[in-house]
């Protein structure tokens, strides 16, 4: 007894070094990927900016509602104002940096929210057949109508605030995380460990959680990563056809709707709000590829 202890000690000793070991090398391939580690770095900044936008904007003493005086509508970048001023006289650095904190609120509640909901939906749908048909039909007629559009509708009848674009745009990004879900938690069924919890008779809400779920996380970690991608542009194009965030929030599509009529001698008004949005999708999508990589390394060949 003593002898069989010993070794069942060794193999998990041997078994967590072989973790350990199998982590260390994907965190090297995943910064061998140049574009990935700029996704990363981006991500990374913009989080930072978002929690430490009240000390960024405190230090130059810029409000992102406070108008700072009539002479000063549309005033150029400057060294007191890095990205000038609007039509209404409001620092423009001040209400990107504060946009910023919106989008990636935004994207982080929604890419969350649909990753947990969908998954207990594609979960559950693998439980029989009734169950599928219903949840997957119902994830059908939500993917037949454009996202866009879905949300827009959603919006006018919810109303226009922060707390309803979340709403809306998760209820949008559903479909798509229920549907990998789905289809990984069939995979993973019928997998030779299932069968033989299944035939050891262990309850199936047992196997769902303790089992199947660890095994699907991945392909859904990489899909929030693109689902919080899709819910900044969303929200931003949501604003900018006065459908979200309203006016005078600083939101980054509201910022370049009120930009429309002052592109020939505002540009920066348009300029920097949509730097920004850019750089946030396209810094998350370049995570999300080095992640998907680095998951399944046969996707990146």
């Known amino acids: 007894m003593q002898t069989y202890s010993l070794e069942r000690a060794e193999l998990k000793a041997l078994r967590r070094e072989l973790v350990r070991e199998q982590r260390i090398v994907n965190i090297r391939r995943f910064f061998r990927?140049?574009?990935?580690?700029?996704g990363l770095v981006i991500v990374l900044l913009m989080v930072l900016i978002a929690i430490f936008a009240p000390v960024i904007t405190g230090a130059l003493g810029v409000d992102p509602y406070t108008s700072?005086?009539?002479?000063m509508r549309l005033q150029p970048p400057s060294?007191?104002?890095?990205?000038?001023?609007d039509?209404?006289?409001r620092d423009v650095f001040a209400r990107v940096i504060y946009g910023t904190?919106?989008?990636?609120?935004v994207g982080f509640l929604v890419g969350?929210?649909?990753?947990?909901?969908?998954?207990?939906?594609?979960m559950y749908a693998t439980i029989n057949s009734v169950w599928d048909n219903i949840l997957m039909r119902i994830c059908d007629g939500l993917k037949a109508i454009p996202n866009i559009l879905l949300a827009i509708t959603l919006m006018a009848v919810l109303g226009a605030n922060m707390q309803n674009v979340i709403i809306s745009l998760t209820i949008v990004s559903i479909p798509g995380v229920a549907r990998i879900?789905?289809?990984q938690a069939l995979l993973v069924r019928e997998q030779t460990y299932v069968e033989a919890m299944r035939g050891a008779g262990a309850s199936r809400r047992r196997i769902m959680w303790r089992h199947i779920l660890p095994n699907i996380l991945s392909p859904i970690i990489v899909q929030m990563t693109f689902t919080f991608a899709t819910a900044i542009i969303s929200e931003a194009s949501l604003s900018f056809l006065g459908a979200g965030i309203p006016i005078p929030a600083p939101s980054w599509g509201g910022m370049l709707k009120e930009a429309r009529s002052y592109v020939y001698n505002g540009w920066w008004m348009v300029v920097f709000p949509a730097i920004f949005t850019g750089l946030s999708v396209l810094s998350f999508n370049l995570f999300g590829d080095g992640l998907r990589d680095l998951i399944d390394p046969l996707s990146g060949r």
């Open 33 to 38: 990927n140049g574009l990935s580690v700029v």
């Open 68 to 71: 700072l005086g009539r002479d």
């Open 79 to 85: 060294r007191a104002h890095p990205f000038g001023t």
């Open 87 to 89: 039509n209404v006289n």
């Open 101 to 105: 904190r919106i989008s990636m609120t």
């Open 112 to 122: 969350l929210l649909s990753a947990l909901l969908g998954t207990a939906i594609g």
């Open 181 to 183: 879900a789905r289809s």
